[in-house]
């Protein structure tokens, strides 16, 4: 399914994608937080594809820094959805996150929140 069929095909108000949205909303400039983490914080650990779907069809890129998600080993997007893997570098590095060959350092900026609760964030 694409991922407009998956938007539509989501209920209203429980939208895995806007439970997505609202976590990574919380993500603090200089830090960053890993699909994986994403996925579980909005409700279900497997949903790891799910966000980089979500992540892809940002619809406030502004107001949700998905460019502060990257993968389990700290590596960025090639396909990062506003510009490619450098334009994701040059966003984390203005948040003062150093990328060297497009990875962060996850022992030092990867945003140590575990527990969430995204519906209450949502209402």
């Known amino acids: 399914m694409s991922v407009e069929g998956y938007r539509e095909h989501a209920p209203e108000k429980n939208n895995s994608f806007e439970l997505i949205y609202n976590v990574v909303r919380q993500i603090p400039r200089g ?13 279900n650990k497997r949903w790891s594809r799910v966000v980089g779907f979500a992540l892809h069809v940002n619809p406030d890129p502004d107001g949700i820094p998905c460019y502060r ?19 994701q570098i040059e966003l984390l590095e203005a948040d003062g996150i150093p990328c060297p060959d497009g990875v962060v350092d996850l022992s030092k900026y990867q945003w140590n929140r575990y527990s969430i609760n995204a519906f209450d964030e949502w209402k």
């Not at 830090?31 to 409700?43: E, N, R, W």
């Open 31 to 43: 830090k960053v937080a890993t699909y994986g983490q994403i996925a579980a914080l909005a409700g």
């Open 69 to 87: 998600v990257v993968n389990r080993k700290g590596e960025v997007s090639s396909a990062f959805a506003f510009g490619g893997g450098n334009r």
